[in-house]
């Protein structure tokens, strides 16, 4: 186990995610929030940080029990503050550092550069540089404009780099990790998909007994993943509540319920359409809808759970991202953009204990967890869909005609990207049908129809995303078919922006 102390770097769950595709796990833990007892842990990392050494603001944590007690790597900012507190000389560097750049210098014969030339190419993101290396140093390596951007401390395993081994654009960066944590640290790379399922359906067996279960099954790859290893776990005592709340895809509720039973699920599906849509009538502000829906759903599903007598427990697909305690070490508040709906809003009367069987994976990870299961790729590598599903595609007030409406345009749109081979190119796609009536032409008729947006964008985890350059056969296509197989749709579009400035859903 790695034990990454936080910063408040933009790079640091990257960093979890290299140490882990090592297959050798990982956890962040803020660094004025270090663990306790730190017996279970084989090396600690250090991260960057926005912020400067010097700074009186600055993270200055103790590490008295670390340092020289642990294997020990200090990356970029961690790499300063090892410097700045042990004798050496941190100052502003006269050029900023940003960017490329090679190693032109490595000490020979060092195990932390075993495999790793001279002329490798490293990623900088700093302004602040390490003028003198505090005492007992060794240099290891430098960049033309670094002189130190590695060095080590004598008769310690301590490392520290000025670069980030843990972006893309560093490109030795996992064989550098490696090297630290396996040749240096000795730690095991044990740490696999088949390995989690086998501790985790353990685990859950010995924390579950015969407890029965609750889960909110939603379509989407966590929840499905969450069922899987609760299923092989503890079988039917596992109760999946799926709830078409009448904002799914076309077919997606009869579909994805088939899919579950075939996997072996106790699946109970609701079809609660009419409740959704009738509270949602009338209503067209984005954020009222979406609060109608996330009440409904807590309506219905805790009906449901009712039913399921003697239940102790309710399980949720939350990952890791969720719940890493963020590190805001430059203040400031961060503005509620949409409000997300997720499970997690359940009301505490329910008096449920909660399972989350996902919570130390990333999203990768849970893909792989499932794949490991043998789960159908169908599941696996289905897009994003909101909670609130089509309810915030419908821009404006909803209702049944334009719910069909949109099913069947995206039906279209969604279908047409698997049959060109295009939906696994995709991070999320999806149609919203817009407030707006143009005038068109069908035979001689004049016609005053609905547009229609179609967006597809590229992402890693939805905070910033760009549209894709779909081929324009493909786009000429879909629009025909769009056009002349959906009654009321008279035109269509594609979404060119990028988020940010824009957000992948329209509300
Ligand atoms: P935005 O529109 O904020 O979307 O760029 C980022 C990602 O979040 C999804 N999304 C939601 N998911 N409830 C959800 O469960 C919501 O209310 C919601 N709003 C947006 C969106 O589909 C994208 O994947």
Redesign the pocket.
Known sequence: NVLILDFGSQYTQLIARRVRELNIYSEIKPYNKPPKDLSSYGAVILSGSPLSVRGEDAPHPDLSEIKGKKPLLAICYGAQYLAHFNGGNVSPSNTREYGRANLSFIKENEPFFHIINEGSQVWMSHSDTIKELPENAVKLASTHDVENAAFRIEGEDTYAIQFHPEVYHTTDGKQLLKNFLVDIAGMEQDWTPDAFVETTVAELKEKLNDDKVILGLSGGVDSSVAALLLHKAIGKNLHCIFVNNGLLRKNEFHDVLEQYEGMGLNVKGVDASARFLNALAGESDPEKK?KIIGRVFIEVFDDEAHKVENAKWLAQGTIYPDVIESVSVTGGPSAT??S???VGGLPDYMKLKVVEPLKLLFKDEVRRVGASMHMDPNILGRH?F???GLG?RILGDINEEKVKMLQEVDHIFIKGLKDWGLYDKVW?AGAMLLPVNSVGVMGDERTYEKCVALRAVESTD?MTADWVNLPYEFLQKTSNDIINKVKGVNRVVYDISS?PPA???WE
């Open positions: 979406r953009i949409k997300h709906h997720n994003p909101p909670g609130p915030i999320q939805g988020k957000t992948i859903e």
